[in-house]
Nanobody, 118 residues
């Protein structure tokens, strides 16, 4: 199983970035997928998630600015981030939760750094 994030970088406040997470070795189409982030000294937090049925969830801090999407044909998860703020600075991780409900397994990527300058 491999999840590989890309698309992070340095951007000015108000700018945009698009993160991608390519997956292999999992049943991507049936997985619930999410983006989490962790800022220095902070706990990892859920930013956005999308189910196999394309139901989406966003944390209040990113609602209206970030959009999560998936391309099952490419086994790729995306996070479009607009109107970025300095407080969005963090390492962003993708998570895939797959398998039957009673025995679901989580798989994490290694993360990509997003830095927003003021």
């Amino acid at each position: 199983v491999q999840l590989a994030e890309s698309g992070g970088g340095l951007v000015q406040a108000g700018g945009s970035l698009r993160l991608s997470c390519g997956a292999s070795g999992i049943a991507f189409r049936g997985s619930t997928l999410g983006w989490h982030r962790q800022a220095p000294g902070e706990q990892r937090e859920l930013v956005a998630a999308i189910t196999s049925g394309d139901t989406t969830y966003y944390s209040d801090s990113v609602k209206g600015r970030f959009t999560i999407s998936r391309d099952n044909a490419k086994s790729t998860l995306y996070l479009q981030m607009n109107n970025l703020k300095p407080e969005d600075t963090a390492v962003y991780y993708c998570l895939a939760t797959t398998g039957p409900l009673a025995a679901a397994r989580d798989f994490w990527g290694r993360g990509t750094q997003v830095t927003v300058s003021s």
